[in-house]
């Protein structure tokens, strides 16, 4: 270590403790209410949080840690929320994503051929599950021990990854179409997160799922209204549930790829709905 180096840091050693890592108040006394993890190769973590950091930290005031890190997902991380948040699909690709059509800016800008001197190294790129199995147990423990999950949108393809997940969300995938106008309807108008709240037109990826739950526990569904269907499935899917899970409670909503679908008012209002049922706010 340099002298000039060595002897600021022996200085700095006498200094308190308290006066060298002021924090503001918050990320010491007051650590926040939710976990999001968001984000995935076609899912930009800015997008989302974006929208949620209007919807439920900026219009609603709950405190939100986020991050796009999946190996969050254990037990120490978790047990400091209340409520997990989840918006991301079930795939990594270690090795690189092999093009960038994925990429937006890149798409957007007429997709220029890709050149690199010197060439690239050879790399087979392939996608892998992230969710290992004590990453699912994880989050299951956490909503049976009394912790809350709001699941959005493209989490049904972690399912087929992890039971516990599956078992927790109520669903797994059976694809989607591409992004396209469809119709959300309120199925259950009697429960604290629909109450007082109407159907509404989004366009977005209309999600199809195979719901795993009791039918009682369902309250939006979407409807293509132009009769569009997806491969064998019609017209319409489950778009939104809710469940109590062990001492927890878990929510999903379907839409969600957009931020013009996120921020549609009314369902705007279902999502903080979702987040004080979560919380036992209402
Ligand atoms: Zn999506």
Redesign the pocket.
Known sequence: MPDLTRRAFLASASVPASAMFALPRRQTAEPATAFALLGDR??NSDHYRTAFGKTFVRDMGLSIDFSDDVTRLNDAHLGRYRLLIILRDGMVWPDGHGDPSSNAGWWAQGQPAIVSEPPLPVIEPRSVGFMTPAMGRAVRRFVERGGAALLY??VTYIAPYNDDFRDVLGAVTRGHPPTRTFTVRVVNRDHPITRGVSDFVVTD?QHYVEYQKDPEHLLLESVNEDGLTHGDWGTRSAAGWAHPYGEGRVCYLAPG?LITALWNPEYETIQRNAARWLLRQT
């Open positions: 076609y899912h949108h493209n990826e790829h």
